[in-house]
């Protein structure tokens, strides 16, 4: 077995005040045990640790924290960062459904995939919800590499049979056949969860949407993610395309699509109704700052869908996104959140990306938190990672005012290892 020795922090409940000490665990000089499946043993006191025998792996000073968890992310998008565009549509004409094209390619798609889980350990995320292509070689692809890792993963193949260049369409038929075969092929296996992909209602026909909601109803345990309510011209595009539905999200609901493990990116510009509708489904909002910054899109209502009950997940929506790091991420989030009169305390933003989005995705029995039994996902942060972090710490002993530290100032060089089922990954990429 292997015994981690470091500063020990995990969340029980979502945090409630500032100083809600009830909503966490934390050791100050703890141990976590993993035994040789990947699986946790014991997280305690490393004073009381039986460690005879076992490797210990001596992290002190830094923390040692549950795998950040990255809910709506799109793998073909990696060399779609950063390119220079307005608002969505344009965005995604312009770039990214020429870039997704590329991912016909099976030795492309390959290539990415690598790419992808190297920057996602870099960046101390174990585990994601990922939109592929709509090619299934791009499923295949991706799954494969995240086996090769054996890191939990939920991904799909976009379904999008209209409003998208001819390489990138699909059919109600073809959509639904791979889709099917992807799930026959990958869910369940190892680590891998499959995840029925509607791009988005704008890409996708009446007819390809019944299709989602057949494979909804045969498949009750996959998970299902799409776009909603993100920009106001895709709003009404999509109103437009569905006129008898009465807003965004009455589409996906007329089609039986949302539910409790239902992930709808950006839900920035809901109704009331909307957002009781989420709510009363137990569909998760996922609030992507860094993309809705970046596309312009809007500044999601957290404290609004909050209020209203929703489940809310918090991810980076790479590459309108603009950062692999869920740090960023949530710095990100925290000034948005600024712009509208609301806080996001330092306890919150680390449940988030953690415990918040294990349970967003119906997963916080295996991730998320670090106790007995759970799988060994988990990053080692270092809040002085950097000279100006360095000298910032001096003035920093609390451990919230640490944590806002390393969200505020901290990326990629702040986390120190990350380990998936016990093994270290980050320390064995290349430079
Ligand atoms: N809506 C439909 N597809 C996409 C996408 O790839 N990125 C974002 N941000 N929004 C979308
Ligand atoms: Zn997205």
Known sequence: MKVLRGRVLTFLDEPQGRDDTSSYRWIEDGAITVGSDGVIVSVEDFDTARTAGHEIIDHRPHLILPGFIDPHIHFPQMQVIGAYAGALLEWLNTYTFVEEQKFGNEAHATRIASRFFDELIRHGTTTAAAYCSVHPQSVDAFFSEAARRDMLMVGGKVMMDRNAPEALRD??????????????????????????????AITSTHEQMAMAEALAREFPDVHIQTHVSENLAEIAFANEL??????????????????????????????????????????????????????????????????????????????????????????????????????????????????????????????????????????VLDAASTPQMRLRMETVDTLEQELFLLQTCGDDRAVVETYVKGQGLKSRLGA
């Open 242 to 379: 569905f006129p008898n539905y009465g807003d965004y999200v009455g589409i996906y609901e007329r089609f039986h699509l949302l539910g409790p493990k239902t992930l709808l990116g950006h839900c920035i510009h809901l109704s009331h109704r909307e957002t009781e509708v989420l709510a009363d489904t137990r569909s998760v909002a996922v609030f992507c700052p860094t993309s809705n910054l970046f596309i312009g899109s809007g500044l999601f209502d957290y404290e609004r869908l909050h209020g209203q009950g929703v489940r809310i997940a918090t991810a980076t929506d790479v590459g309108g996104g603009s950062s692999y790091s869920m740090l960023r991420t949530m710095d990100e989030g925290y000034k948005v959140m600024q712009l509208r009169g609301q806080r996001l305390t330092p306890l919150r933003s680390f449940y988030h990306l953690t415990l918040g989005n294990a349970r967003a995705m119906s997963l916080d029995h295996r991730i998320g938190s670090l106790a007995p039994g759970m799988e060994a996902d988990m990053v």
């Open 171 to 200: 059919t109600p038929q073809s959509g639904y056949d791979d889709t099917r075969a992807g799930i026959a092929k990958w869910h369940g296996r190892g680590r891998a969860h499959y995840a029925i992909t509607p791009r988005f």
